[in-house]
């Protein structure tokens, strides 16, 4: 007896081509995020130059200068993550309500259905993914903002 995989080779294929893709895109969505953060703390490294100097002529040391932009840094990047979290897990468990609105709404305006609003989504929510993307997200902002501080 064969399996579905042998029964539609072809579609089988082109289903792990997509996940292969979609794998890719993610990694360029990290990429990017990178990027992003490592802009971020460099403009905030910028804007607070000033307030470095005045800490310095105060009499801090830049090893403490270095720790308080990096407890501001990790304090601004936990609570963008913890948003992101709250955020990613209510629209997830809230898409089918999301997407009826929707629906409803375009059904106001074009008094017609559209058939991918209408469509019923599933989403799964996978814990270990969220967690290690998230820890990421805050080792890239720790990593980057001592590499900012070295460079003073």
Not at 84 to 109: E, K, M, N
């Amino acid at each position: 007896m064969k399996t579905w995989q042998e029964l539609h080779g072809p579609f089988y294929s082109a289903l792990i081509l997509e996940k292969v893709i979609m794998y890719l895109f993610l990694f360029l969505m990290f990429v990017i995020i990178a990027f992003h953060q490592r802009n971020s703390t460099l403009r905030l490294y910028q804007s607070k130059r000033r307030e470095i100097a005045i800490l310095r002529s105060i009499g801090m040391t830049k090893r403490e200068v270095s720790g308080v932009l990096k407890k501001t840094a990790m304090i601004v990047s936990f609570s963008g993550v913890t948003a992101g979290l709250i955020l990613g897990i209510f629209t997830s468990t809230h898409l089918d309500t999301i997407f009826r609105a929707a629906d409803s709404l375009y059904i106001r305006l074009f008094h017609t259905s559209h058939p991918l609003l209408s469509y019923p989504l599933h989403i799964e929510l996978k814990i270990p993914e969220l967690i290690v993307t998230s820890c990421l997200i805050l080792i890239l902002t720790y990593l980057f903002t001592s590499q900012v501080m070295r460079k003073d």
